[in-house]
């Protein structure tokens, strides 16, 4: 007869969360069932560079962090700290890829899950996790608003609070993948102001914590910067925080 995980596995075979593979090993291998991740997708995870420019979080060699790095020194960010947890590479990639074009965020989730001890060390609970806006056509579009679900996916895991309202989009809605370097910074200045009504927002929404402008993907930092930027009547430090960050320097 059959054991109860024999029966587990037969009827609903565990799978990668990641690439959705499903598990070949028998179910006697513990490792296969609670990993949830496949040794192949697991091999390309990279952990973002822990040394960086503290400041805009570009990596940096382990000598020269915590920085401030040469492009700091001469126009440092509105924001006090950038901080992202992966590269966006591999699977990281992927899993974003899914959630953003396919809205499965199973792979997402497991990223989170896994790194919710670390998120617990950067954001406390009485802070204030505020989603870098998209412009509403394209959010009326999509009925989606991903650094949104992402904020609320960290707020679950850490006990932050959130507010998409406070930070709005405004001006041109380009797509910023779709733009290069300076037309990019163009279309950037000017995409984001507070809302009429931020300082009650704030007051609701915030307790004596630090105040994170939040995305899931960081490609050159200019978004993340006038996002920050933007925030500056707030007359209080801000803090970046991304998901994911394109490494630059990393050969693959
Ligand atoms: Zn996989
Ligand atoms: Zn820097």
């Not at 949830?36 to 000598?63: M, N, Q, W, Y």
């Not at 792979?107 to 617990?120: C, I, Q, V, Y």
């Not at 989603?131 to 996916?153: I, N, Q, T």
């Not at 300082?199 to 930092?221: C, E, M, S």
Request: charged fraction near 20%.
């Amino acid at each position: 007869m059959l054991d109860f995980k024999t029966w587990q596995h037969l009827i609903f075979p565990p799978a990668c969360r990641i690439c959705g593979d499903i598990f070949t090993a028998k179910p006697t291998s513990q490792q296969h069932i609670t990993t949830e991740c496949c040794a192949h997708c697991f091999k390309h995870i990279r952990i973002f560079d822990r040394h960086t420019c503290h400041r805009c979080g570009v990596p940096l060699a382990a000598s020269l962090s915590p920085g401030p790095c040469g492009s700091c020194l001469q126009h440092a960010p509105a924001q006090q700290q950038t901080q992202s947890l992966y590269v966006y590479h591999g699977a990281v990639r992927e899993a974003l890829l899914a959630w953003k074009l396919q809205g499965q965020s199973a792979g997402l989730d497991w990223l989170l899950e896994s790194a919710a001890k670390h998120l617990r060390t950067i954001f406390h609970p009485d802070d204030l996790l505020i989603p870098v806006p998209m412009p509403l056509p394209r959010m009326r579009r999509s009925g989606l608003h991903h650094s949104a679900d992402l904020c609320l996916k960290i707020a679950a895991l850490t006990g932050c609070a959130t507010d998409w309202q406070i930070l709005r989009r405004t001006g041109n809605h380009t797509r910023q993948s779709a733009l290069q370097g300076k037309a990019r910074q163009r279309n950037l200045r000017k995409a984001f102001s507070l809302a009429n009504d931020y300082p009650n927002r704030l007051k609701a929404q915030q307790g004596k914590g630090q105040v994170w402008v939040i995305d899931d993907i960081l490609t050159t930092g200019a978004t993340l910067r006038h996002a920050c930027q933007a925030m500056l009547p707030i007359k209080q430090d801000v803090f970046a925080f991304s998901l994911a960050r394109v490494n630059h320097n990393q050969q693959e």
